[in-house]
């Protein structure tokens, strides 16, 4: 089924309202990797490169990390975390529903 140009406009118009985009430059040949290892934690490259941010402020917090900024990464990490656990969610909703196409009874 394809998507009409209506819908792709009024999806990127979501996107850009709800997200913003931090691109990153990593060696080249290591995309495939990085995604390859996602795939393993079941997680998107995002989920991935938040959860390792996350992770990185909890066992090595700057000294002059304010409060401010502690509780805006609270919120974060809980809004992130609730957008990888959808993401698994439709991804698990997706492959089942292909499956059903190849799976022979």
């Not at 066992?59 to 609270?74: R, V």
Request: no cysteine.
């Amino acid at each position: 089924m394809s998507v009409s140009e209506a819908q792709m406009r009024a999806t990127s118009k979501y996107n850009a309202k709800m997200y913003d985009q931090v691109i990153i430059r990593i060696p080249g040949g290591s995309k495939d990797l990085l995604k390859e290892l996602a795939q393993i934690y079941g997680d998107s490259l995002t989920a991935m490169f938040m959860k390792a941010i996350f992770k990185m402020v909890e066992n090595d917090p700057p000294e002059n990390l304010s409060d401010h900024i502690k509780g805006q990464l609270a919120l974060l990490k809980k809004d992130a975390m609730a957008q990888a656990e959808r993401g698994k969610k439709m991804r698990n909703k997706e492959h089942g529903y292909f499956k059903s196409f190849t799976t022979r009874s």
